[in-house]
C-alpha cells in the first residue's frame, strides 16, 4: 500500500543517490535555500496542482545541484525548469523487490557562486486519496519557506490540515479567503537541514508535516475504498483447496492449521512488490500468487486467507501500519497513509490469530515487534472491525548465551552456544539462507565470536528443526578466545565479558535527530569457568544492577564446586531517545560495557 509520504520520504532520504547517476550530489554545507514558496491548490474535483519554485544559492564556491521530483502514473509533472538545465526523466524503484511505477525528474542545475537560481516544478496529483500529507524539509539550510494548501469553498468543510512535529521556526496558519476558500500555511525562518542519520526515526515519523485529511470522511467510507479492490468471497479454486488439504494434512487443531498455512506462505512465495496504481492497493488473486510463486504482502495475505477458507477457518484480510513507518491510526486519520501493510487474520471464536505472509523465518504463532500495539483494520463483510494487536511475543525475543569455559594457557577454551528465539531466530536465518553457501561458516564464526576479535572455532553449526520453530540455536563445541587470560606474577587475569551484544551507542557529535531502535530484546548469558587446579580466587568482579529508561538487568558472579558461574541479563525498556536523552542512553551502555569487562582475578596457591 502506498501514498504520497512513501514519495515525499524516498524524495528527501535519495537525493544523493539518485542524483549520482548522472551527477554529483551538491556541497549541502555551501548550498543554502534562500527561498521556498511551494503552493498545493486542491480543485473542485478532489485533483491537487502543486507549483514549487525554490531558489537556490552556493555561498563558498561554485556547484551543481541535483533538484529532483518525483511522479508516476497518478501524480503527472507538468513544469520542469532551472537555469541552463535540462530536465530528464526516468524510471525509480526502491529495490530489486519491488516495482512502483515512479519515476524521477532531475536537473543538473549549475550554481554559481552568490549567484541566486530558481528551480521550478509544477506537478497534478490526479488521484486525490494519495494527496496525504506535506513534508516540511528539505536537506538544504532554508533562509525562509512558505508552503500553502488551498482548500476551495465546497470542500473546506470536509478537508482538514493538521500540522505535526512543526519545529520553533515555524509558523501555521489558517486563514479564509474571499471567495471561502480556506488556506492553511506554513512559514518557516532559518529551517535546518534535514539530514539522514543513522538509526533516527523514520521521516514519516518525526519530520514536520502537514497531514491532509478529507477525502473520505471517516473509517466507513475508507473501507469501502479498500473493498472496492478485493474479492469478498475467498478464492475456492481447485488449486487451493488441494493445496489446502496437503498443507494441513496431519494437523489436529485450528491453531496448527493456521500455523501450517502461514509457515507454507512465507517459506513458499517469493516477495515481490508490485505497487504501482491500484496495485498499491489491490490485492493479486490467491491462485494467481500460487501459481506464479511469488507475490507482495497484500497477494500472500490473500492467499493465506483463501488456503484459511478451505481448511474450514474463517480468513480475513487486514490492513495495518508498521510501527517504524506510520503513527496514525484508522479511526482517528482515516487516510491511505494509516497504513502501509497488508497481512491476514483467523478469527476464530474465542481470539484472532494474526498471519504476516512476508515474516519468511516467523516462529509459528509469532507477532512482529512491528505490528505490536498498532491499530488493525480486519475485513467483516461490509462492515469491518478495528483492533489492536495484542503486545505478545516480548519473551520470544530472547538470545540465550551459554558457555563453558577452562583456562589453556592464555586462552579460554570451551563450547558455546546462542540459543535464539523470535527476532533473533528471524534475522539468523535470514542472514544464514541470504547469503552465499561458501560465506555461511564465515557468518556462524563470527555470530558466535562477538565481540571478542581473536577467536578460533572449529564445528560451528546452525541448529533449526524447522522454518516456523520457536528457536534455532548456533553451537560450537570448541572455541578457543585468544589473549582473553593474561598473567601478572601469580595472578591470572581472565575477561570473560558476560554481556554479548551490541547495544547501540550513538555518535553525537552534531547530531540533530533522536534514536530509535524498532526492537525490542531479552539477553541473557549463563557462563560457566572452571578453576584451574593449584589455583583460587583471589577476586570476582561485583555483582552489578542495570536500572536506566532505557535497559534494565544483571551481572552475577558466584564461585562453586571448583568453577565460577557468572549470569547476566540485559532487556531494552524504552527504544528510543530525543536528541538531548542520546548522552543519558550512551551513559547506561557504558555503565553496562564497563560492568562486562570487569576482570576475574585468580592466583596460585
Request: glycine letters at 12%; hydrophobic letters at 35%.
Given at each position: 500500500m502506498k501514498s504520497v509520504s512513501s514519495y515525499a520520504l524516498a524524495l528527501i532520504a535519495t537525493v544523493a543517490l539518485v542524483c549520482g547517476l548522472h551527477c554529483r550530489a551538491a556541497d549541502k554545507d555551501n548550498v543554502h535555500i534562500l527561498d521556498e514558496r511551494i503552493s498545493y491548490t486542491v480543485q473542485p474535483s478532489g485533483k491537487v496542482k502543486m507549483v514549487d519554485q525554490t531558489t537556490y544559492v552556493a555561498t563558498r564556491a561554485d556547484d551543481r545541484l541535483p533538484a529532483i521530483s518525483m511522479f508516476n502514473e497518478d501524480i503527472s509533472i507538468d513544469k520542469a525548469s532551472a537555469p541552463g538545465a535540462k530536465p530528464y526523466y526516468r524510471s525509480w524503484e526502491p529495490g530489486d523487490m519491488f516495482y512502483t511505477g515512479s519515476r524521477i525528474c532531475f536537473m543538473d542545475v549549475p550554481l554559481r557562486k552568490d549567484k541566486p537560481a530558481k528551480v521550478t516544478f509544477e506537478q497534478t496529483y490526479n488521484v486525490p486519496e494519495q494527496f496525504c500529507n506535506v513534508y516540511l524539509k528539505a536537506p538544504y539550510f532554508t533562509d525562509k519557506s512558505l508552503i500553502t494548501i488551498e482548500i476551495p469553498p465546497v470542500l473546506a468543510e470536509r478537508y482538514k490540515v493538521t500540522p505535526v512535529n512543526l519545529d520553533s521556526c515555524m509558523t501555521f496558519k489558517r486563514t479564509v479567503g474571499k471567495n471561502g476558500s480556506v488556506v492553511y500555511s506554513v512559514e518557516s525562518v532559518g529551517r535546518e537541514a534535514f539530514r539522514y542519520e543513522e538509526d533516527a526515526p523514520s521521516a514519516a515519523l518525526d519530520a514536520p508535516q502537514?497531514?491532509?485529511?478529507?477525502?473520505?470522511?471517516?473509517?466507513?467510507?475508507?473501507?469501502s475504498f479498500f473493498r472496492k479492490y478485493f474479492e469478498p468471497a475467498p478464492d475456492s479454486s481447485e488449486s487451493i483447496a488441494a493445496l489446502a488439504a496437503d498443507i494441513t494434512a496431519g494437523c489436529s487443531s485450528d491453531i496448527e492449521k493456521i500455523d501450517s498455512i502461514a509457515s507454507w506462505v512465507r517459506q513458499n512465495i517469493r516477495y515481490v512488490a508490485v505497487e504501482h496504481?491500484?496495485?498499491?492497493?489491490?490485492?493479486?488473486?490467491?491462485?494467481?500468487?500460487?501459481?506464479?510463486?511469488?507475490?507482495d504482502c497484500k497477494g500472500s495475505a490473500n492467499l493465506i486467507k483463501a488456503l484459511l477458507h478451505s481448511s474450514g477457518i474463517d480468513g480475513r484480510l487486514v490492513w495495518i501500519g508498521t510501527a517504524a513507518e506510520v503513527s496514525t491510526r484508522w479511526d482517528s486519520v482515516p487516510s491511505l497513509m494509516s497504513g502501509n501493510h497488508q497481512i491476514a487474520a483467523a478469527v476464530l471464536p474465542d481470539t484472532i490469530i494474526y498471519a504476516d505472509g512476508t515474516a519468511t523465518w516467523s516462529p509459528a504463532g509469532y507477532v512482529s515487534q512491528s505490528l505490536r500495539r498498532q491499530q488493525a483494520m480486519i475485513e467483516d463483510g461490509d462492515s469491518y472491525m478495528l483492533r489492536m494487536v495484542p503486545d505478545v511475543g516480548r519473551d520470544a525475543d530472547t538470545d540465550t548465551l551459554t558457555a563453558h569455559f577452562a583456562i589453556d594457557g592464555s586462552d579460554l577454551h570451551g563450547s558455546i552456544a546462542h540459543d535464539m528465539g523470535g527476532m533473533f531466530k528471524i534475522s539468523a536465518l535470514g542472514s544464514y539462507n541470504d547469503v552465499d553457501q561458501s560465506n555461511r561458516q564465515q557468518l556462524l564464526r563470527y555470530i558466535i565470536s562477538y565481540p571478542k576479535k581473536n577467536v578460533s572455532c572449529h564445528d560451528v553449526r546452525l541448529e533449526a528443526p524447522g522454518p516456523?520453530?520457536?528457536r534455532c540455536r548456533i553451537i560450537s563445541d570448541s572455541i578457543s578466545e585468544h589473549g582473553a587470560v593474561y598473567r601478572a606474577g601469580d595472578k591470572l587475569i581472565v575477561d570473560l565479558r558476560p554481556v554479548r551484544r551490541n547495544l547501540g551507542l550513538i555518535k553525537t557529535e552534531k547530531r540533530k535527530r533522536g534514536m530509535v531502535n524498532p526492537f525490542a530484546f531479552t539477553y541473557v548469558a549463563h557462563i560457566i569457568l572452571d578453576i584451574p587446579e593449584g589455583c583460587e580466587v583471589e577476586s570476582m568482579p561485583a555483582d552489578q544492577t542495570f536500572d536506566s529508561p532505557w535497559f534494565g538487568g544483571f551481572i552475577t558472579y558466584r564461585q562453586k564446586d571448583g568453577r565460577i558461574e557468572c549470569d547476566a541479563e540485559v532487556s531494552t525498556r524504552r527504544n528510543n531517545a530525543a536528541v538531548s536523552e542520546l548522552e543519558a542512553r550512551n551513559a547506561a551502555i557504558k555503565a553496562i560495557t564497563r560492568a562486562s569487562e570487569s576482570k576475574i582475578i585468580l592466583k596460585r596457591i
Open positions: 502537514l497531514i491532509v485529511t478529507g477525502f473520505f470522511k471517516d473509517t466507513d467510507e475508507l473501507y496504481g491500484e496495485y498499491g492497493i489491490r490485492p493479486e488473486a490467491a491462485h494467481t500468487v500460487l501459481e506464479r510463486r511469488y507475490g516456523a520453530s520457536q
